[in-house]
């Protein structure tokens, strides 16, 4: 699946989400990620993610879609990581 996943984190603990999500998808623009993972993949990260979380302040939103084709993106604007470029 496809997703785009956002994140709004207290300071003292972005730094942690920041590496963790990257271990999992692609870092498009601050606390925004996107790309592919499978359904296990999305439910490790959401479980790794909780233990960082405080829920009481933080949140965590995901957009899911069977196939990145089914999505328009457009970029106004310099783009972070052009997905394109990967190897």
């Known amino acids: 699946?496809?997703?785009?996943?956002?994140?709004?984190?207290?300071?003292?603990?972005?730094?942690?989400?920041?590496?963790?999500c990257r271990q999992y998808l692609n870092w498009i623009q601050n606390s925004v990620f996107e790309g592919e993972i499978?359904?296990?993949?999305?439910?490790?990260?959401?479980?790794?993610?909780?233990?960082?979380m405080d829920r009481s302040t933080d949140s965590l939103i995901i957009f899911k879609s069977r196939d990145q084709k089914w999505l328009e993106k457009?970029?106004?604007?310099?783009?972070?990581s052009a997905l394109g470029n990967i190897i």
Request: charged fraction near 35%; proline fraction near 2%.
């Open 38 to 52: 499978t359904p296990v993949k999305l439910e490790e990260l959401k479980v790794r993610a909780a233990l960082i």
């Open 1 to 20: 699946m496809y997703v785009i996943l956002v994140y709004d984190i207290g300071e003292k603990r972005v730094g942690k989400m920041l590496k963790l």
């Open 74 to 80: 457009e970029v106004v604007g310099k783009e972070r």
